[in-house]
C-alpha cells in the first residue's frame, strides 16, 4: 500500500505540472498510510470508545521469530520487525535476559531458528510476557533493532508524530454544531497538509453541476419532480 499511495501521489505531482508547470515536493508516510488504511476504525474507536484487539495467527510457524507479535504482562503487544535476524539476535537476547539462548545451537543462526521457531517463539514469548509495555519500552528504547509497541486506535490519535505531522485533523460537521476526527490524505505536497471539509449533503451540488452541463432550470426541475435527482 505504501508503493501504490506513492506512486498515486508522483502520478498526480506530474499532472499538476504538465498543466501548471509547477513541480511538487510528494511526501509520503507509512504511519500515515496505515492511519489512512485504518481510518475507519479511528474515526469508530474516537467516536464510540472502541479498542484496537491484536494477535492469532500460527506464529510458531514464522520463518523468522524476530518478525511478529509478542503479548506483554499486561496483555498488550509489541511489534518486532527485525528482518535481518543474524544482526539483531544477540543484541535483542542480552536486552530481553535471554543471554543464554544467543549460543545456543537451536537459534545459532537464522536457518536453524526458522527450523525451531515454535521452540524460539515460545521463549520469546515468556520473556516478553515477564514484564509491562512501559517496561519493555524502557528496556528496547536504545536498541539497534526494530520494534514498537502496538497502539490501539484511541492511543493512536495521541501519537506524537500523528499529531505533529497534522496526519489527524477535526472537521467540523455541516450543521456547525459537532467536529470529528478524520485521518487526513496519506500523499503530502510541499509539505503542505490538505484542508479537510466536511462531506456536502446529499445532492447538495446537483444544480450547480447540471447548470455547468448547460441544462435549463426547467429541465432540473423536472428531473427533480420526477425523482431523477434529488
Known amino acids: 500500500m505504501g508503493a501504490q499511495t506513492i506512486a498515486g501521489g508522483i502520478a498526480a505531482a506530474l499532472f499538476k505540472r504538465e498543466r501548471s508547470g509547477e513541480g511538487s ?72 535476559g535471554l543471554s543464554a539462548l544467543v549460543k545456543d545451537e537451536r537459534f545459532i543462526d537464522a536457518s536453524a531458528r526458522q527450523k525451531n521457531a515454535a521452540a524460539c517463539v515460545a521463549a520469546l514469548d515468556e520473556a516478553f510476557a515477564g514484564k509491562t509495555l512501559s517496561e519493555w519500552k524502557e528496556i528496547l528504547a536504545n536498541i539497534e533493532g526494530v520494534w514498537a509497541p502496538v497502539q490501539s486506535q484511541l492511543e493512536l490519535l495521541q501519537d506524537p508524530q500523528a499529531i505533529e505531522n497534522q496526519y489527524v485533523m477535526d472537521v467540523m460537521a455541516q450543521d456547525g454544531q459537532r467536529s470529528f476526527k478524520l485521518v487526513t490524505s496519506p500523499v503530502r505536497f510541499n509539505d503542505t497538509p490538505p484542508t479537510m471539509t466536511a462531506a456536502p449533503e446529499l445532492g447538495q451540488h446537483t444544480e450547480e453541476f447540471l447548470l455547468e452541463l448547460g441544462l435549463e432550470w426547467e429541465e432540473i426541475e423536472a428531473y427533480k419532480a420526477s425523482g431523477a435527482i434529488t
Open 25 to 96: 515536493v510528494v511526501d509520503v508516510s507509512l504511519l500515515h498510510t496505515a492511519m489512512w488504511l485504518l481510518s475507519f476504525g479511528i474515526v469508530a474507536s474516537d467516536t464510540l470508545g472502541i479498542e484496537l484487539k491484536t494477535g492469532g495467527g500460527k506464529r510458531s510457524e514464522t520463518p523468522n521469530p524476530l518478525v511478529g507479535f509478542y503479548k506483554t504482562g499486561d496483555d498488550r503487544y509489541l511489534t518486532l520487525v527485525m528482518l535481518q535476524s543474524d544482526r539483531y539476535w544477540e543484541e535483542l537476547c542480552n536486552a530481553i
